[in-house]
């Protein structure tokens, strides 16, 4: 059977030229992470006729895997993900490229990959980890795309290299990676987090528990392949020089549910960003209490209204 | 593996009751192509573990750029087949009734009854409409998925309420063959000019789908999050935490935007859909053959122009 390049990706050209389809074909991306949304990203990125991919993950699947990544079967539970998003990346298209690592980059590591790559997808659990890849992809010059979902409620967006950081959209101190994971593990940055229960329809009892240690995020699958679809269609759009991109601090955002394009808010930035000012300093310390009250009784009262 | 460790992270969103309507809640698939395969594959890695699928066709490599279980492997294989493997590996415990045989409207009908949701998902949209209406008949909810290059409408359709007709704007005919004939005219073709500005064809190839009766172009990451969107409607419906987006009101995806329409509500499709709707009016008169000479001109100048835009823009 023929199986060329082009009777494989022939139903692409009634979109793209053959010269951007061809930039397609031979853009790099660099996909870091064992997440599902980087698994899908690159599936559908393989089938859009990019050729060349640089994947990096450590685990293996688990059974509560089995919920939302393309690659977790019961048959494949226990093996490698990058090993098996490999395979399919090659069963798709035999001629792709892929360079696979069986560990996530260090600091320095990430200075070696980044300007290998045309386009970075971070796609960790850790947000103080892949902040640290978007600062790389800043540093080297190369677009970075967002894609956070979680819950019903995801953003996607893409960070060039001028324009807001991710920082700065998302309220973020902009501290080392040891001071992002301090800040992270606080109570008081945990409340802040409350938008997980009011916009991405998280169950407040699972939200402690997450915070706790004892649970992993909440995910979806149609949510997460949602925000996934956009994030590859936004990588599509820088590829392919075919369309602007959603940059920063525009955005694709979903909430309980509903998708819209839409920018990050500015009213949630800086409340974190004073938040972190008055609560991170000596003045704020004997304040965490009373904070810390006032959010328990918020979340009492959430807990209510869902178990209404 | 039991079912809650599965689907675990679920537990996070849905209450045990919502997931456990999830869990019985059962989706009948006609074609397993694009949009029927990933909402198929969505739905199992959800929790939803009853399915009925159809589908005659047997994957080929023009559907590699999109289809969820097409494989060089699985080449020539089919669909329904390959999918209901795919959603057995996911699930063990899932109940999958695989139809691999192309079935007529009256056999599919007989197959709803015992159905809660129908996703009439055929590459033939003609056929499609069919579906919805019988399902409509039947009193069983629908979904609706239409995607077309980078442009996509979404949809659930109960029953008694507008219709995919309503929302696309085809004419209402009473037989299958009348309708899907129609659709393949030269004249009703042009009425899908709005693909090149909203949808990001180009000329050329709308071109041939126009005079050589090429398949519509799709691209992965569109087809993906107009299913991904249909399937998250389809678990609104089955759980009830969320009121599900359906018809009157529709979603409308475009690679800029992504709003939720609703039927005859003055927007840029419902113009569309009236232009298209008057026109078909005109058509069944005496003014007919005069209209169809002026769309002749109509498409020579508008081909033109956008020949023209679309070599200065490169």
């Known amino acids: ?308 | 593996m039991d079912y809650e460790e599965l689907f675990q992270r679920n537990y996070g969103i849905f209450s045990k009751d919502e997931q456990q309507r999830i869990r019985q809640a059962s989706i009948l698939i006609v074609g397993c192509g694009g949009i029927g395969g990933l909402v198929a594959i969505i739905l199992a890695r959800s929790g939803v573990s009853r399915f009925v699928l159809v589908e005659f066709d047997a994957y080929e490599p023009s559907n590699m750029n999109r289809q969820i279980a097409c494989f060089v492997d699985t080449i020539g294989r089919n669909k329904a087949q390959v999918i209901k493997e795919q959603i057995l590996r996911i699930n063990p415990q899932a109940e999958v009734e695989a139809h691999e045989k192309l079935l007529n409207h009256s056999e599919i009908a007989k197959l709803m009854p015992q159905v809660d949701l129908v996703f009439p998902a055929a590459d033939d949209f003609a056929f499609s409409i069919f579906v919805f209406q019988d399902a409509g008949k039947l009193g069983k909810t629908a979904l609706m998925v239409v995607p077309s290059g980078t442009w996509a409408n979404v949809s659930i359709i109960p029953p008694d309420r507008p219709s995919p007709e309503d929302i696309e704007g085809l004419p209402k005919l009473s037989t299958y063959e009348e309708l899907s004939e129609t659709l393949r005219t030269r004249k009703y073709r042009f009425g899908t000019y709005f693909y090149i500005p909203l949808a990001d064809w180009r000329i050329d190839y709308y071109r041939g789908f126009i005079e050589k009766r090429l398949s519509p172009t799709q691209i992965c990451p569109t087809v993906w999050l107009a299913s991904a969107l249909g399937a998250l409607e389809a678990l609104k419906y089955f759980s009830g935490k969320w009121k599900p987006v359906a018809s009157p009101r529709y979603w409308n995806i475009t690679r800029e935007k992504i709003r939720i329409n609703r039927v005859n509500v003055p927007c840029l499709q419902t113009l569309l859909v009236w232009q298209r709707q008057f026109m078909w009016w005109v058509f069944q008169t005496r003014f007919g053959p005069f209209q169809e000479r002026l769309q002749e001109v109509w498409w020579r100048l508008y081909y033109r122009w956008v020949k023209y835009r679309e070599e200065h823009r490169s």
């Not at chain 1, 640290?132 to 970075?144: D, T, V």
């Not at chain 1, 945990?190 to 991405?200: D, E, H, M, N």
């Not at chain 1, 706790?212 to 949510?223: F, W």
Request: glycine content about 6%; aromatic content about 12%; some cysteine.
């Open chain 1, 1 to 308: 059977m023929d199986l060329d390049y082009k009777s494989l990706f022939q139903r692409n050209y009634g979109i793209f030229t053959e010269s951007e389809q061809e930039r397609i074909r031979n853009t790099r991306v660099l996909i870091v992470g064992d997440t599902g949304t980087g698994e899908v990203i690159s599936v559908i990125l393989a089938r859009s006729g990019v050729e060349q991919f640089i994947v990096s993950g450590k685990e293996a699947y688990i059974a509560s895997d089995m919920n939302r990544q393309i690659c977790c079967f019961s048959d494949t539970i226990g093996k490698s993900k990058v090993a098996q998003i490999r395979d399919t990346i090659l069963s798709i298209n035999p001629n792709c490229k892929v360079i696979a690592y069986d560990h996530l980059p260090s600091e320095k590591e990430m200075d070696q990959l980044v300007p290998e790559a045309d386009i970075v997808i971070p796609a960790v659990d850790d947000l103080a980890y892949s902040v640290l890849l978007f600062r790389a992809a800043r540093r080297h010059g190369k677009p970075a795309v967002l894609c956070l979902p979680s819950g019903s409620m995801g953003w996607v967006s893409v960070f060039k290299e001028k324009g807001p950081t991710i920082e700065d959209v998302l309220g973020i101190p902009k501290v080392d990676y040891e001071g992002m994971r301090l800040v992270m593990r606080s109570a008081i940055y945990q409340c802040a987090q409350y938008r997980l229960i009011t916009a991405g329809d998280w169950r407040v009892q699972w939200f402690w528990e997450y915070f706790r240690g004892n649970r992993p995020l909440a995910l979806l699958c149609p949510v997460e392949w949602m925000m996934d679809s956009l994030a590859a269609l936004e990588t599509l759009k820088i590829a392919s020089g075919k369309w602007i991109p959603k940059e920063a601090p525009r955005c694709w955002y979903m909430k309980r549910g509903r998708v819209s394009a839409s920018r990050f808010s500015r009213v949630v930035s800086y409340h974190r960003k004073l938040g972190w000012l008055f609560f991170g300093s000596r003045i704020g310390t004997p304040f965490h209490k009373l904070a810390l009250w006032f959010w328990g009784k918020v979340f009492n009262y959430l807990e209510a209204r869902q178990n209404r």
